[in-house]
C-alpha cells in the first residue's frame, strides 16, 4: 500500500509533467533547440541515460525490463533496441502519447509496450530488470526506500534508479526556490543524503534480498542526480 505522501506527490507530478510542462519536457527530450542552461540538463540527462544503460547487460534478448516513470521514452527504446521487452509507465497521459508518437516508426528488436499508470501497480508483471530514471527524485526518501521495496518484490536481477543528491548547493537553490510564488513551479526535487538512503536501504525488509552494488553521480550544469544500483544478493 502506498503512503499518502505518495499518491499526493504523484498527483502534484501527474499535474505538472500532464499539463504545466508538457510541452518544455517535449521539448527539452527532442532534437529542437532549447536555452543554455536547458543545454545542460540535456546533456546531463543523456550522460545520465547512458551511465544506467550501461549497467544492464549488452544483450537484453529475454529479459523483461521495466521503466518506471518513461516519460517520452528514450531509456525505454534504448533497451528495446538492445533486444528487452519492455513495459514503459508513466501516469501522464500525454507523456505517453507522446512516446507511442515518436517510436511507431521504429522497428524495434524488442517489444515496447507504453502504459498510463502508476510505476507500483503491481499489474505490470515481474521484470528482470527494473530502471527509474529521475522519476523518484520528487518523492521523500521514506516513500522512495517503500517504492524501491515494491518494486524490488516484482525484480529478479537489478534496479537503477537515481536520486538528487543533498548537496549545499542542492539545498540553497531549494530553499531559495521555496520562497517563490507557488504558480507553475515545478513539485520540489527532494534531496536525499546518501548515507541517510543506506542506512534506510539496509533496513528495509522487502531489501534484505538486494544490496547496493554501484553508485555514481552526473553532474552537468544545472543537471545534478545520483544513479544507484540495487542488486540482488
Ligand atoms: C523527470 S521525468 C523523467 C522521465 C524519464 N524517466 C526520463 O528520464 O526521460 C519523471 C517522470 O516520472 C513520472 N512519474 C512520477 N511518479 C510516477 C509514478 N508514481 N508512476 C509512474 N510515473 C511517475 C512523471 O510523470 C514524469 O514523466
Known amino acids: 500500500m502506498t503512503s499518502p505522501t505518495y499518491a499526493t506527490r504523484r498527483a502534484q507530478l501527474e499535474t505538472y509533467f500532464d499539463r504545466t510542462a508538457v510541452e518544455a519536457w517535449a521539448r527539452?527530450?527532442?532534437d529542437a533547440p532549447v536555452s543554455r542552461i536547458r543545454a545542460t540538463v540535456r546533456?546531463?540527462?543523456?550522460a545520465m541515460r547512458a551511465e544506467l544503460l550501461s549497467w544492464l547487460p549488452a544483450d537484453l534478448s529475454g529479459r523483461r525490463l521495466l521503466d518506471a516513470g518513461c516519460g517520452t521514452g528514450a531509456l525505454a527504446v534504448a533497451a528495446a533496441r538492445r533486444g528487452a521487452e519492455v513495459v514503459a509507465v508513466d501516469v501522464s497521459p500525454t507523456l505517453i502519447g507522446l512516446a507511442r508518437e515518436r517510436t511507431t516508426a521504429f522497428g524495434l528488436p524488442g517489444r515496447l509496450d507504453f502504459r498510463v499508470g502508476d510505476m507500483l501497480d503491481e499489474g505490470l508483471g515481474a521484470f528482470d530488470h527494473v530502471v527509474a530514471m529521475d522519476s523518484l527524485i520528487h518523492y521523500r526518501t521514506p516513500d522512495i526506500?517503500?517504492?524501491?521495496?515494491?518494486?524490488?518484490?516484482?525484480t529478479e536481477?537489478?534496479?537503477l534508479f537515481t536520486v538528487a543528491p543533498r548537496t549545499p548547493l542542492l539545498t540553497v537553490m531549494h530553499t531559495v526556490g521555496r520562497l517563490f510564488p507557488r504558480g507553475d513551479r515545478a513539485p520540489a526535487i527532494e534531496p536525499v543524503g546518501e548515507d541517510a538512503?543506506?542506512?534506510?536501504?539496509?533496513?528495509?525488509p522487502g531489501l534484505a534480498p538486494f544490496g547496493i552494488?554501484?553508485?555514481r553521480?552526473?553532474?552537468?550544469?544545472?543537471?545534478?542526480?545520483?544513479?544507484?544500483e540495487l542488486a540482488r544478493r
Request: aromatic content about 4%; hydrophobic content about 45%; cysteine-free.
Open 28 to 30: 527539452l527530450t527532442s
Open 43 to 46: 546533456a546531463g540527462r543523456d
Open 145 to 154: 526506500v517503500r517504492a524501491l521495496a515494491a518494486l524490488a518484490r516484482r
Open 157 to 159: 536481477t537489478s534496479l
Open 197 to 204: 538512503l543506506r542506512r534506510r536501504v539496509a533496513a528495509e
Open 213 to 215: 552494488a554501484r553508485s
Open 217 to 228: 553521480r552526473v553532474t552537468s550544469g544545472f543537471y545534478l542526480s545520483n544513479a544507484m
